[in-house]
């Protein structure tokens, strides 16, 4: 691959019109404005992240975690762009890479855009519908490749479906978006035929083709198969590792503020990233600040910082094998032995006492039923749109939702994009209507 091709300002639904006039924003940052002033990407807001949303503490949300991961990401781009034009000074197309940093920014705002509700249970419970509930019912009605979509549902395939798909009423590409900025959002650039055990995958069967056309300009390698695999667009592997540091950190913060973690646990989990002199200078100023949680935020960022600049050497190192397709897994699981084992641990203890803690599971187990209960109530109501019941929950779906499309996949599917796009309230608030939990005001 070459990054003479790998970034392109073409955009996705205007490429009749694409031009490369200087402006005073790139179109890169252009992609990035234009996801921050979204309806999709402000009800981010209201998404759950890992903790429940916040009453006395505020704990990240999908959107201050959006956010955080584009700041990182950028903060990526930025160093692997003045190593890289260094480099590549000398070619004619080096004036390209400046848009790096812009490009892994916008990609990491978007990247949870197509998450549904109640975090990553959201995402298993709308799996597990069709793999293990109700939904099964719909396997002999699907195609193969249709089905695998359902139930190994991933909010990444998702997110390129929200950017790119028309919506009824909306333009032709969706969002518009750059080439580069939709590639590197793809984590996984294969159909779901070949999502592994996880049920990772990158696009859905209907965005099949346009994932091709994006790739195929950008000159991302394809492997042979009849199943489209492709190898990931570089920048992928930026937006990946921002959002690898700022989960992981993050969560660990949040548990330090909800007091699942006690101070000396955590200050214990960030001072393994560092060691010598660096160690040292660190200590003396948590003797300098005596706010527990000044203390904790320092230490935040000193990890932050040093895994930024990990994972920008480890990108610069091995480019070439990027650029083959050669580097299997993330960025984070390359760089150097001290931080890497800090980051391990840190793993280790949110899976044990994190992820598995009474109020991400009440949150979990609350996620499952309340999208599983909506699911059976859209479902029966686009398979069986005749019934009075089904024509009143139709009628409450904006009109950008294809609830009458001709194929039962497309139905599905328009079905998963309005519960995918809800928030936490909105989803909940449905849930408790269509149960005649909550009636409206007398």
């Not at 390359?334 to 391990?344: F, G, M, S, V």
Request: proline share 3%; hydrophobic share 35%.
């Amino acid at each position: 691959m070459s990054w003479d091709k790998l970034i392109s300002a073409k955009r996705f639904g205007l490429e009749r019109y694409h031009d490369e006039r200087k402006r005073n924003r790139s179109d890169f940052q252009r992609d990035y404005d234009r996801l921050v002033f979204s309806a999709p990407f402000r009800r981010l807001q209201n998404k759950t992240q890992v903790f429940p949303l916040p009453g006395s503490v505020f704990v990240h949300n999908r959107l201050t975690h959006s956010l955080e991961v584009s700041c990182v990401g950028r903060s990526l781009g930025n160093n692997v762009t003045t190593i890289l034009i260094d480099k590549y000074k000398d070619e004619p197309w080096v004036h390209k890479l400046q848009g790096i940093g812009a490009i892994v920014a916008a990609a990491c705002l978007a990247h949870d855009m197509g998450n549904p509700p109640f975090g990553h249970s959201g995402e298993r419970a709308i799996a597990t519908y069709f793999s293990e509930g109700n939904g099964m019912i719909l396997e002999k009605e699907l195609k193969k490749n249709e089905w695998t979509d359902l139930t190994h549902f991933e909010g990444n395939a998702n997110a390129f479906r929200l950017l790119t798909h028309q919506f009824n009423g909306r333009r032709e590409g969706g969002f518009v978006m750059t080439y580069s900025t939709l590639a590197s959002i793809v984590k996984y650039p294969y159909s779901s035929t070949l999502a592994s055990s996880k049920g990772k995958f990158g696009f859905f069967s209907s965005e099949e083709a346009d994932f091709i056309r994006v790739a195929d300009e950008l000159g991302m390698i394809r492997y042979g198969g009849e199943d489209i695999r492709y190898c990931r667009h570089p920048l992928v592997y930026l937006v990946e590792a921002a959002d690898d540091i700022c989960y992981q950190v993050m969560d660990i913060e949040d548990a330090h503020k909800l007091r699942i973690l006690t101070t000396e646990k955590t200050k214990e989990l960030f001072l393994g990233f560092f060691e010598k002199e660096r160690l040292e200078h660190i200590k003396e100023t948590l003797n300098i600040v005596t706010d527990v949680n000044e203390q904790i935020a320092y230490l935040r960022s000193c990890v932050v910082g040093v895994l930024v600049d990990e994972c920008s050497r480890i990108f610069c190192e091995d480019e070439d094998k990027l650029l083959r397709g050669e580097v299997k897994g993330p960025l984070i699981n390359l760089i150097d032995e001290t931080p890497r084992k800090a980051y391990k641990k840190c793993t280790r203890v949110a899976y044990e006492s994190i992820y598995k803690s009474s109020d991400v599971l009440d949150i979990e187990l609350a996620g499952n039923r309340i999208i599983s209960v909506l699911l059976d109530k859209l479902i029966d109501a686009v398979m069986y749109p005749q019934k009075a019941y089904s024509q009143l929950l139709l009628n409450k779906v904006p009109g950008q939702y294809e609830m009458r499309a001709e194929s039962l996949y497309n139905r599905t599917q328009a079905v998963i994009d309005y519960i995918s796009g809800m928030t936490d309230v909105y989803a909940l608030d449905l849930y408790r209507k269509i149960n005649g939990m909550s009636l409206p005001a007398l």
